[in-house]
Nanobody
Framework: VQLVESGGGLVQPGGSLRVSCAAS????????MCWYRQAPGKERELVAR????????YYTDSVKGRFTISRDNAKNTVYLQMSSLKPEDTAVYYC?????????WGQGTQVTVSS
């Protein structure tokens, strides 16, 4: 089982970035997919999640209207499109796959919002 995040980097406040998570080794289309983030000195928090079919999403209040989660089950990939980025969005972003009692994590990708 592998979850490999990519697309992180340094972006200026107000900018946009898309992070991706490529999955392998399990039936991706059956899993709920989530994006979490963890800033230095803070607990890991749920940012967004999308159901297996891709027709139901959830966002934490701080990113509503700015972030969009999506998935492509044909490509076994989940995305997080981030816009109007703020310095407080700086964190390591982790991909998470859940199916009943099974849960897998990626290694994370750093997103830094700074001028």
């Amino acid at each position: 089982v592998q979850l490999v995040e990519s697309g992180g980097g340094l972006v200026q406040p107000g900018g946009s970035l898309r992070v991706s998570c490529a999955a392998s080794g399990f039936t991706f289309s059956s899993y709920l997919m989530c994006w979490y983030r963890q800033a230095p000195g803070k607990e890991r928090e749920l940012v967004a999640r999308i159901n297996s079919a891709g027709d139901s999403t959830y966002y934490t209040d701080s990113v509503k209207g700015r972030f969009t989660i999506s998935r492509d089950n044909a490509k076994n990939t989940v995305y997080l499109q981030m816009s109007s980025l703020k310095p407080e969005d700086t964190a390591v972003y982790y991909c998470n796959a859940v199916f009943y009692t099974k849960a897998y994590w990626g290694q994370g990708t750093q997103v830094t919002v700074s001028s």
